[in-house]
């Protein structure tokens, strides 16, 4: 659900993994992506996101990840987000070739009501969620 600030609803947001690694590498377009969203409501990331970033780097690298995860919202897989990314994995394994984390990252958006930001759509055929490549 939105929270209610006034009049005005919180618009939630799903980062994906690529949207941070890209940020990550300096690239402009995906730091412009997190700020402008960080302004237009609420920012999260699944706890998938953090372990992908922190298997995909270097030593010296992971305080950079830890203080750019710190900005934003993590959340944890819980029952109700194991259970639909289980109903995605039954629905889009074979069709998609869908992936554990995957399934995960869009059962949070789903439970969060948010917006999955992410640069591959291909990975996410469910209907029922959100989706935007912002670049």
Same mark, same amino acid.
């Given at each position: ?27 402009? @377009? ?94 996410? @055929? ?7 490549? @912002?670049?």
């Amino acid at each position: 659900m939105e929270q209610e600030t006034g009049d005005k609803r919180m618009k939630k947001y799903l980062i994906d993994t690529n949207i941070f690694i890209d940020h990550l590498k300096g690239k402009e @377009p995906a730091k412009k992506t997190l700020k402008s969203l960080s302004e237009a409501g609420e920012v999260y990331y699944s706890v998938v996101t953090r372990i992908e970033l922190l298997a995909g780097i270097r030593e010296k690298e992971i305080e950079d990840v830890e203080y750019l995860l710190e900005i934003y919202k993590e959340k944890d897989v819980n029952r109700e987000i194991g259970e639909r990314a289980g109903r995605y994995m039954h629905d889009f394994f074979k069709s998609h070739a869908l992936n554990i984390g995957d399934a995960i990252i869009a059962a949070t958006a789903d439970y969060l009501d948010a917006e999955l930001i992410t640069l591959n759509i291909k990975h996410f @055929p469910m209907k029922d969620i959100k989706i935007k490549k @912002p670049y």
